[in-house]
């Protein structure tokens, strides 16, 4: 059974950084694209980015384009998601979730993952 565990998120201010973490256990991320999707409160679930692990490939929406980047440990079955430059609009929940196969494919629905962690906040405020 695979189970993801967020780890990471804080408070910071604006301009400021996090690494936000996904550890996975129960089963190996090999065969997983992991993607990232965030919310905030009284708001949707929406994507923010996705690794895959047939070749590696990421993917992000617009909004977090050149600010975000999203990595994976294969030796530590965990996959990172830099934050930088972080604005008061990135104040969110943020949650990963694993898609049962390698590829990331329509990356921007959620109920394409199958299994999520529990999610950390993440604060943007002066």
């Known amino acids: 059974q695979l189970q993801l565990a967020e780890s990471g998120g804080g408070l910071v201010q604006p301009g400021g950084s996090l690494r936000l973490s996904c550890a996975a256990s129960?089963?190996?991320?090999?065969?997983?694209?992991i993607g990232w999707f965030r919310q905030a409160p009284g708001k949707e679930r929406s994507a923010v980015s996705c690794i895959s692990s047939s070749d590696g490939s990421t993917y992000y929406v617009d909004s977090v384009k050149g600010r975000f980047t999203i990595s994976r440990d294969s030796n530590k079955n965990v996959v990172y998601l830099e934050l930088n430059s972080l604005k008061p609009e990135d104040t969110a929940v943020y949650y990963c979730g694993a898609r049962p196969r390698p590829d990331c494919g329509s990356y921007t629905y959620p109920l394409f993952f199958a299994s999520w962690g529990q999610g950390t906040q993440v604060t943007v405020s002066s």
């Open positions: 129960g089963d190996t991320l090999e065969s997983y694209a």
